[in-house]
């Protein structure tokens, strides 16, 4: 209860600091950017080329801040892995009862499990005409990215990358509104490395009426953080090679907030997606 209030009461002190640190990127000229994703997406599906892209990357970086984003510019559902997860654990099915404890670890479930969750979720979006989709937390292993090759053609792999000291700080401060759903994320970071260019990252606070509800993921302990840490150094950085090897991986750093990197991943992604129809 203690460390709730205390969340609650640093939430409070650090939103008179920002008073208002946006979500989102705005302005005409991100706007034009969106605008132009989402006319370089349809004309890449004109040259019946697919929009099936996967975000790599590890606990914290964004993928699911950055894949929801991009998602509705591309027209594309995001699928995260993670949600998919939660929401089998939350449904108290037998399945979830199995993954609860693994998630809660930090480690990994099965890939037969996942995987089954997975081919549910792709085919009734082959069904209901999806025009492809942005896949978050998954591959996470060479076994699971071999398989997801004989399910579907997968067109581009983005892998998000970050220093490490400021993933466990971000992890550590996510935060979602029991009753609205909604993310936030109290951690103030401010990282200067000597010979780095340093990142700023203002938290995203919630509104007033989401304070006295706030939860934290059970995973989202620095104990259990740096384990999941671990995780992906051994099981997902293959990852990244198997698709670097196969030419469809391309890397972007986060270097600031969601306001200064939406503009730079907007560019990025549409540049991929224009070298691929030429
Ligand atoms: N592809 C996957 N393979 C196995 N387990 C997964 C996978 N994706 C998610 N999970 C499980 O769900 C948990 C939460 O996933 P997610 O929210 O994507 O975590 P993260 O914030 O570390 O990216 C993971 O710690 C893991 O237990």
Known sequence: MFARRLSVVT?????????STPFDATGAAVDALRDELASTCDG???????????????????????ASRMAKQMGVPHIS???????????ETALGKEMKAIAARGELVPDALVLDILDKRV?????????????DGFPRTV???????????VTQVLNLTLREDILVEKCCGRRECGE?????????????KAGEQ???????????????????????????VRARL??????????????????????????????????????????ILKASTR
């Open 198 to 224: 340093t990142i700023i990252m203002p938290p995203l606070n919630p509104p007033q009426e989401c304070f006295a509800k706030l939860t934290q993921r059970p995973d989202d302990t620095e104990e259990v």
């Open 81 to 91: 892995m993670g949600d998919l997860v939660r929401a089998e654990i939350k449904g």
């Open 44 to 66: 890449v599906l004109e040259q019946g080329k697919k929009l099936n892209w996967v975000f790599l990357g590890a606990p914290g970086v964004g993928k699911g801040t950055y």
């Open 230 to 271: 671990e995780v992906y150094k051994k099981s997902t950085i293959p990852v990244e090679n198997y698709y670097r090897g196969k030419g469809l991986l391309s890397d972007f750093p986060i270097m600031g907030g969601i306001p200064e990197t939406t503009p730079v991943l907007l560019k990025h992604i549409i540049d």
């Open 123 to 135: 085919k009734r979006g082959e069904a209901e005409g999806e025009r492809g989709f942005l896949l």
């Open 11 to 19: 939430a409070r002190a650090l939103s008179r600091k920002y008073a």
């Open 180 to 192: 609205c759903g909604k993310s936030f994320n109290i951690a103030d970071i401010r990282s200067e």
């Open 143 to 153: 076994p699971q990215a071999e398989t997801l090759s004989t399910m579907v053609e």
